[in-house]
């Protein structure tokens, strides 16, 4: 892979006619319906940015973000594998690529340290959830895994496993990582929200030079995603020439039902208004793929579209191939999965958690290098020299 060089990209207005426009037959009106037909913000995104300062501290962070030759900096050091150990990998759903990476790599790392895994599917459900940690807990593991729900959503089974001396760490199950006392998380294991929320702000006022209108979709009956969305919008609001547009909440399981209406009703609303978009999580874009295809927009934008979270292998194509998403920040799901285990190894043998939090990243069709992953290098190496295997 390597590093993506500076890009300048520029929001010239871009016909794509709205499918709500067949339906008028005046040609003025059916004009009026064309993106970049409109005065606004296509047209003044040639000019000077809206936030001079703001715009190069932008393009400063998302040069370094996108690079892909990153030295390992994380542990080196640990205690030696525990034998004989098992741990519950428990899942908010198996639907939701993150959860799936990170379930993956947890699959991965175990092979390696020697211990057996056990993947439960709560099919994100809250009725499903519980159910799947009663189950997890019933089976007397050594650890399991909270994987990308909220904990509090499964209070009595988490106080279960507090009370049964087993050690509980979180993907995405709380807002911070690190360990957690309520609710009793050995440690939580995700990249900062507030870098992957100022990240994706910074990378839209880079790309737009300081001139878009951002639509921020959310899964607001997640704490964490809720946290991540409302991050987003202050981070946007740091520029005077970026306007946020519409806050939409679509829940995960609800996206592919919903995403299409609500995509649709956004282009007929705001038309060329609309430059870029961010979601909390790029499947939103698969889901919204159909709706912009309907209507006749570009895959390569505008809108232009950026994913902030997971990175699953279907984002990484939409993105090389431009359709209908142009970034991604990538959660490391693999590397995540191995810190997970070794995470577990420090559980068991008395040790504090490590405190490592994986620095962000950007991929885009220009340094991506063909890649279906952000799969960082170096942590497995160091990971199997601190385990001896």
Same mark, same amino acid.
């Given at each position: 892979?390597?590093?993506?060089?500076?890009?300048?990209?520029?929001?010239?207005?871009?016909?794509?006619?709205?499918?709500?426009?067949?339906?008028l037959a005046a040609a003025?009106?059916?004009?009026?319906?064309?993106?970049?037909?409109?005065?606004?913000?296509?047209?003044?995104?040639?000019?000077?940015?809206?936030?001079?300062? $703001?715009?190069?501290? /932008?393009? *400063?962070?998302?040069?370094?973000?996108?690079?892909?030759? !990153? @030295?390992?900096? &994380? #542990?080196?050091?640990?205690?030696?594998?525990?034998p004989g150990k098992t741990?519950?990998?428990?899942?908010?759903?198996?639907?939701?690529?993150?959860?799936?990476?990170?379930?993956?790599?947890?699959?991965?790392?175990?092979?390696?340290?020697?211990?057996?895994?056990?993947?439960?599917?709560?099919?994100?459900?809250?009725?499903?959830?519980?159910?799947?940690?009663?189950?997890?807990?019933?089976?007397?593991?050594?650890?399991?895994?909270?994987?990308?729900?909220?904990?509090?959503?499964?209070?009595?089974? $988490?106080?279960?496993? /507090?009370? *049964?001396?087993?050690?509980?760490?979180?993907?995405?199950? !709380? @807002?911070?990582? &690190? #360990?957690?006392?309520?609710?009793?998380?050995?440690?939580?294991?995700?990249?900062?929200?507030?870098?992957?929320?100022?990240?994706?702000?910074?990378?839209?006022?880079?790309?737009?030079?300081?001139?878009?209108?951002?639509?921020?979709?959310?899964?607001?009956?997640?704490?964490?995603?809720?946290?991540?969305?409302?991050?987003?919008?202050?981070?946007?609001?740091?520029?005077?020439?970026?306007?946020?547009?519409?806050?939409?909440?679509?829940?995960?399981?609800?996206?592919?039902?919903?995403?299409?209406? $609500?995509?649709?009703?956004?282009?007929?609303?705001?038309?060329?208004?609309?430059?870029?978009? !961010? @979601?909390?999580?790029?499947?939103?874009?698969?889901?919204?793929?159909?709706?912009?295809?309907?209507?006749?927009?570009?895959?390569?934008?505008?809108?232009?579209?950026?994913?902030?979270?997971?990175?699953?292998?279907?984002?990484?194509?939409?993105?090389?191939?431009?359709?209908?998403?142009?970034?991604?920040?990538?959660?490391?799901?693999s590397q995540q999965g191995?810190?997970?285990?070794?995470?577990?190894?420090?559980?068991?043998?008395?040790?504090?958690?490590?405190?490592?939090?994986?620095?962000?990243?950007?991929?885009?069709?220009?340094?991506?290098?063909?890649?279906?992953?952000?799969?960082?290098?170096?942590?497995?190496?160091?990971?199997?020299?601190?385990?001896?295997?």
């Open positions: 892979m390597h590093r993506n060089g500076d890009r300048r990209a520029t929001i010239a207005g871009r016909p794509g006619r709205l499918a709500a426009c067949a339906l003025a009106v059916l004009a009026g319906c064309e993106r970049g037909s409109e005065s606004g913000l296509e047209e003044s995104t040639g000019g000077p940015s809206g936030c001079p300062a $703001v715009h190069a501290r /932008a393009q *400063a962070a998302v040069s370094r973000a996108e690079e892909t030759e !990153v @030295a390992w900096n &994380g #542990p080196t050091t640990g205690p030696a594998a525990e741990i519950v990998f428990v899942a908010q759903t198996m639907t939701n690529p993150g959860v799936a990476g990170a379930a993956n790599g947890v699959r991965e790392a175990v092979r390696v340290i020697g211990w057996n895994v056990r993947v439960i599917d709560g099919g994100g459900t809250p009725a499903g959830i519980q159910a799947a940690m009663s189950q997890a807990v019933a089976v007397r593991p050594s650890g399991i895994v909270i994987g990308g729900f909220d904990p509090n959503s499964t209070s009595q089974q $988490v106080s279960r496993a /507090a009370a *049964a001396g087993i050690p509980l760490i979180g993907w995405h199950a !709380v @807002a911070a990582p &690190g #360990p957690s006392r309520r609710p009793p998380l050995f440690t939580n294991v995700t990249t900062r929200v507030e870098d992957v929320a100022r990240i994706s702000a910074q990378w839209i006022i880079a790309h737009s030079g300081g001139r878009a209108g951002v639509v921020v979709i959310t899964d607001a009956s997640i704490p964490f995603a809720r946290n991540k969305s409302d991050l987003i919008s202050k981070a946007l609001a740091t520029c005077s020439g970026v306007k946020q547009l519409a806050y939409e909440n679509i829940p995960i399981p609800d996206a592919s039902s919903r995403t299409p209406q $609500v995509i649709t009703s956004l282009l007929f609303r705001y038309r060329s208004r609309w430059t870029h978009s !961010v @979601a909390i999580n790029d499947l939103y874009f698969a889901d919204a793929a159909p709706a912009f295809r309907a209507a006749g927009e570009k895959g390569s934008g505008p809108p232009f579209n950026i994913g902030a979270g997971d990175g699953d292998p279907s984002a990484f194509q939409r993105i090389d191939d431009r359709q209908y998403q142009a970034a991604t920040v990538p959660e490391p799901l191995w810190q997970i285990v070794d995470e577990f190894n420090r559980a068991f043998a008395g040790r504090p958690a490590s405190g490592y939090v994986a620095p962000v990243h950007i991929a885009t069709a220009g340094n991506s290098d063909g890649a279906t992953t952000w799969d960082p290098a170096g942590y497995r190496e160091a990971y199997r020299k601190i385990w001896g295997k």
